[in-house]
């Protein structure tokens, strides 16, 4: 194996793709002017055979997901040992999919959950962001009984307790960003 390019972030990465044609990219998903996820889907609408293999700190199931459908042939956590990097660079190499079992564990524990709807997303997102229902309201030019409405479904669920809990789940899975 040679490492044959670097970049420090999406456009970058871009860029060095284009150039190298690497037989497999490594990529992170939180870097500066364009994310990991907008340049796998770029790389992958270019090069549809890219074999990317995501390599990050976050492990929500709901960021897991994306990734995978955007494009990526694999999801490992930062922390990954060395060997189980090497092997899961080979596997995909390989032309197999490869996820952490942390990766793994995430998805499997939500893969019964009932999904929030768009509407229910930006009701989370508007939440997180410490807006009260009639400030949501107000910005989604809906009624606060349906902000009221939309906020029970998500408590209902995530499994949470509160709006605090219900957005601190929604970024830990990766449902929504600050």
């Not at 999919?97 to 942390?102: C, T, V």
């Not at 929030?116 to 910005?139: F, S």
Request: aromatic share 2%.
């Amino acid at each position: 194996m040679a490492l044959v390019a670097e970049a420090s972030n999406g456009r970058e990465a871009i860029q060095q793709f284009r150039a190298h044609r690497p037989d497999i990219t490594l990529m992170d998903l939180q870097m500066p002017e364009m994310n990991g996820l907008d340049a796998i889907l770029s790389i992958r609408g270019e090069f549809p055979e890219a074999k990317i293999i995501v390599l990050t700190t976050y492990q929500g199931d709901v960021q897991i997901l994306r990734a995978l459908k955007a494009g990526a042939r694999g999801y490992l956590l930062k922390n990954t040992l060395h060997k189980e990097l090497l092997e899961t660079i080979r596997a995909v190499h390989a032309g197999k999919k490869a996820l952490s079992p942390e990766a793994s564990y995430e998805i499997a524990e939500h893969s019964s959950d009932d999904a929030l709807t768009p509407a229910e997303i930006n009701v989370l997102r508007l939440i997180a962001a410490g807006n009260a229902n009639k400030q949501i309201a107000d910005q989604l030019s809906i009624t606060e009984e349906t902000v009221k409405g939309r906020v029970k479904n998500i408590l209902s669920k995530l499994g949470a307790n509160d709006r605090t809990q219900a957005a601190m789940i929604g970024l830990k899975r990766g449902i929504i960003e600050l």
